[in-house]
């Protein structure tokens, strides 16, 4: 199969722009609770009708300050509640919101901020707000000044406030809703038509300079309200989530409307490492997550039966939770009795204690940013947890395409999704065209290459199956061709090597070479339990420079794992030769959606790389 697509499941025609979700959702259920919102050492509950209220404030505080109607507001906070205030406020007023990851360097805002012509910008820390200001007065830009997040927009002496100093704070801009009547803010909110702005995204990107996505109205209403329609078994009035993922993503915060227009109930969290400890308490019923947590979670356990001496009987209870996925998604789903016996037992022992750990109330995981193991997707839907795993980037408004409740297929990202069409090109690329598809960069210099046929390039590598999910096998730009002219999609020798939790990411090299290596990324948390329980001492890279890691134990356990992905590849494609490295895995050389960037590997990593080949 070259192409499939798949119908829209309705349309966005009624709707004037992204604001009416949130005024449709509050006129037919304001009480019902829209927000966990931290209080105290607590959480206090924000109904649909009390958002909106904010909203409009901050809205007429937005306009009252002078913003006028496509003009750009800038937003650098961690994931949080005034996140999401900012961003509808936005909206309401007019403004095109450009999303800046608060873990951005200066020379990158600054670059954003003036692309983008941003006049005004919310920080959500002192340091936040100083950069935006820095780059503001680099820049020339931002005559609307810096405003800084508060912990309550209706308290104008928070604590939040006085540190600011004198950094006006959200609450001041509320302050100033009383300047702008009802019928003037309406006239702002209706405005925007769906294919005007909505917001512009600068893709971070693995290669190459950053680029602003411009995405419509239009493209996040056609998203919100057929993926809405796709999963109502999974986001729904009666659920709720944590968003522990960057609002700055498109992920996040295409999720964040599905739930607001859907009726599900949102908590923010912007330190992931609480997002465990918070689980017990808000008890989700529906959670986002890169595929390293799901990882995390079974490597955890693993760790724990070994540490009771039972690292025979979690095997097996692996070995059960994956064949038990692997009949459940077969048409008739039958399970023979001795399986149903086995699972009752390890359910018993392992698999309630780690649903419990998840809160107890998950019906399903979306897992994104990252390849699944389909192994891995097997084991948590064996446990009770399917996992629903999906593929999308910033131009597509998030997913393009999505593995549906009843419909799971572990090893693919699913077919398209209502109003998305998928084409595989003759080189094997992804193309995409739809309802999520964006129409352009800001800069029309990068839409030359772009484009093809009215399809969006993805730069990604895959296939259809029969069925028309898609399979993703690699970035056409991780290409290697070697030095005897054999070309190499390294993604799925990398994407087994992964699958050790000693190892972060693992870079192939050999482009040009006569045969291939590769640089193994050590998981810094992962090595250094292993550390301690082995006995070792190991020295570990300082700053962004990558150190090459040289243990014999260390090594031993990852060579099985090195010889398990040559195994899964032809003879030509396999890597003779590789070297374990240590770095700290920050921005410089993560993506804020974790990617490697491999350009910025090989280049620290020059070293290391010319002693593969002496």
């Known amino acids: ?60 505080g937005l306009i009252a300050t002078g913003i006028r109607p496509g003009e750009r507001l800038a937003i650098m906070a961690p994931t949080r509640y005034e996140w999401a205030l900012v961003d509808l406020a936005a909206w309401f007023a007019g403004a095109v919101v450009v999303p800046v990851y608060d873990t951005s360097s200066p020379a990158q805002v600054a670059a954003i901020v003036a692309d983008a012509d941003v006049r005004l910008a919310v920080g959500g820390t002192p340091e936040q707000t100083r950069v935006l200001t820095d780059a503001f007065a680099a820049t020339g830009t931002g005559s609307l000044g810096v405003w800084r997040m508060s912990g309550d927009v209706d308290d104008s002496t928070t604590a939040d406030a006085v540190t600011a100093g004198a950094t006006p704070t959200l609450a001041d801009l509320a302050a100033r809703a009383d300047e702008i009547d009802d019928a003037q803010l309406e006239a702002r909110r209706t405005t925007a038509g769906l294919d005007s702005p909505a917001t512009i995204v600068y893709t971070s990107g693995t290669t190459g300079e950053p680029k602003g996505a411009v995405l ?9 309200l057929n993926i809405a329609a ?32 859907s009726g599900m109930r949102i908590a923010h969290l912007s330190d992931p490492t609480a997002v465990v400890g918070s ?12 595929p390293r947590v799901l990882q995390k979670i079974q490597a955890a356990a693993g760790q724990k039966a070994a ?30 009795t001795a399986l149903r016996l086995r699972h009752a037992l390890f359910d018993r022992l392992f698999y309630r204690r780690l649903r419990a750990i998840m809160g107890g109330r998950v019906d399903y995981v979306l897992s994104g940013g990252a390849r699944l193991d389909p192994e891995l997707s097997l084991f948590f839907r064996g446990i009770g947890v399917p996992v629903i795993e999906g593929y999308g980037l910033t131009e597509t408004t998030a997913p393009l395409t999505g593995n549906l409740p009843g419909r799971i297929r572990s ?40 484009f093809v046929d009215g399809f969006f390039r993805t730069g990604d590598l895959g296939r259809l199956d029969d069925e028309g999910n898609l399979i993703i096998e690699g970035r056409l730009k991780d290409v290697i061709v070697t030095s005897n002219g054999k070309t190499v999609v390294p993604a799925t020798w990398e994407f087994a090597v992964e699958e050790n939790p000693l190892i972060a990411h693992a870079v192939m090299v050999g482009e040009g070479r006569s045969y291939l290596s590769a640089l193994l990324l050590l998981d810094p948390d992962a090595v250094t339990e292993w550390a301690l329980a082995e006995g070792v001492t190991l020295s570990h890279a300082a700053g962004t420079e990558l150190a090459e890691v040289v243990d014999e134990r260390l090594r031993a356990r990852i ?56």
């Open 411 to 450: 090893g693919t990202v699913g077919p398209p999704l209502p109003g998305s069409t998928v084409r595989i090109s003759d080189d094997g690329e992804v193309l995409a065209r739809g309802i999520g598809v964006f129409g352009g960069y800001r800069d029309p210099q990068h839409d030359a290459d772009a």
């Open 1 to 60: 199969m070259r192409e499939h697509s798949t119908p829209l499941s309705t349309t966005v025609d009624d709707h004037r722009n992204i604001t009416d979700l949130l005024t449709r959702r509050a006129a037919a259920a304001p009480e019902h609770g829209a927000f966990d919102v931290p209080s105290g050492q607590g959480w206090r509950v924000v109904t649909t009708a009390q958002f909106l209220t904010e909203v409009q404030r901050l809205a007429k």
């Open 216 to 224: 419509t109205h239009r493209n996040f209403l056609g998203q919100v």
């Open 279 to 290: 689980l017990g308490v808000l008890r989700p019923t529906f959670l986002v997550v890169v």
């Open 307 to 336: 540490a009771a001496r039972l690292s025979r009987v979690w095997d097996a209870a692996v070995r059960t939770a994956e064949e038990w996925g692997r009949r459940a998604e077969q048409p008739t789903g039958a399970m023979p």
């Open 230 to 261: 796709a999963y109502g078994e999974v986001v729904h009035p009666r659920g709720n989530t944590i968003i522990f993922l960057p609002l700055a993503h498109v992920l996040a915060r295409g999720l964040q409307l599905i739930c607001l227009a």
């Open 559 to 614: 060579q099985a794992s090195v010889d398990a992905a040559n195994a899964l590849v032809a003879r030509s494609e396999r890597v003779r030769r590789f070297t374990l490295v240590s770095a700290d895995l920050d921005t410089t050389l993560l993506t804020p959606t974790l990617k490697i960037k491999r350009r910025v590997v090989l280049e620290r990593g020059s070293a290391a790389v010319e002693n593969l080949y002496r």
